[in-house]
């Protein structure tokens, strides 16, 4: 069973370009979410999907950021605009559900996308 | 005050060595309580989880909660370096958003041979 994938895994753009990072959540998981870790700091919570719904997204910057999950593909967090700032891994994850067992909504990690602004 | 709070270290210790890693947190209503693992350039790995106040040990490690505190560790037994990695905590509370994980910065953790 393939885990999580992400793609690009390194990505440079320089400021004002567009940013894509796409996610394929594991097989049977229609939970995703992406964080975002900076440098020297925690992984903060970003953003949560399921099928065409957005069902959190209180941790995505106001301006610039978008995500989505469309009924078919992968889930595409997208920057527009994006600023030296913008410079770090994002890190996408699914889960297969929400019930009230923690290992039923166990989050499983994939390998992240460093991206880099010039 | 954040509401995770984990020392970055970097922390070295030899092969064999026990290692004792740590993180408190201010909101009560944190209900899970993860260890995660993350290699270099990888994505984190869940190593062991834990429901409100306890122990639970799988192997050479050992995750302990204490609620009272607000204050959760994870030991290593007869550390490898392959255990070489930064050593995340991270929690979610129960119901509501429980699927928000909050994470500390990590510790980077180095096993000696």
């Known amino acids: 069973n393939a885990g999580v994938m992400q793609n690009p895994r390194h990505l440079v753009r320089r400021r004002g370009q567009e940013a894509r990072l796409r996610c394929s959540p594991m097989k049977g998981h229609s939970h995703v979410y992406w964080y975002r870790q900076l440098p020297e700091e925690g992984l903060k919570f970003m953003v949560y999907l399921q099928k065409e719904n957005i069902i959190d997204e209180s941790g995505m910057p106001k301006e610039r950021f978008s995500a989505e999950f469309p009924k078919e593909g992968p889930s595409i967090l997208r920057i527009q605009q994006v600023v030296r700032g913008d410079s770090a891994a994002y890190f996408c994850?699914?889960?297969?559900?929400?019930?009230?067992?923690?290992?039923?909504?166990?989050?499983?990690f994939g390998p992240g996308t460093r991206l880099t602004v010039l | 005050q954040k509401e995770v709070e984990q020392d970055p270290g970097p922390l070295s210790v030899p092969e064999g060595a026990i290692v004792s890693l740590n993180c408190t947190y201010s909101n009560s209503a944190f209900q899970y309580f993860m260890w995660y693992r993350q290699y270099s350039r990888k994505g984190p790995e869940l190593l062991m989880y834990?429901?409100?106040?306890g122990n639970k040990e799988d192997g050479r490690f050992t995750a302990q909660v204490d609620k009272s505190s607000k204050y959760i560790s994870l030991f290593i037994r007869d550390s490898q370096p392959s255990d070489s990695a930064t050593y995340l905590c991270?929690?979610?509370?129960?119901?509501?958003?429980?699927?928000?994980?909050?994470f500390g910065k990590g510790t980077l953790l180095t096993v000696n041979p």
């Open positions: 834990t429901y409100s106040s």
């Open positions: 994850a699914s889960s297969p559900s929400l019930s009230g067992r923690a290992v039923d909504s166990e989050q499983f």
């Open positions: 991270a929690m979610r509370r129960n119901g509501g958003s429980n699927y928000k994980l909050t």
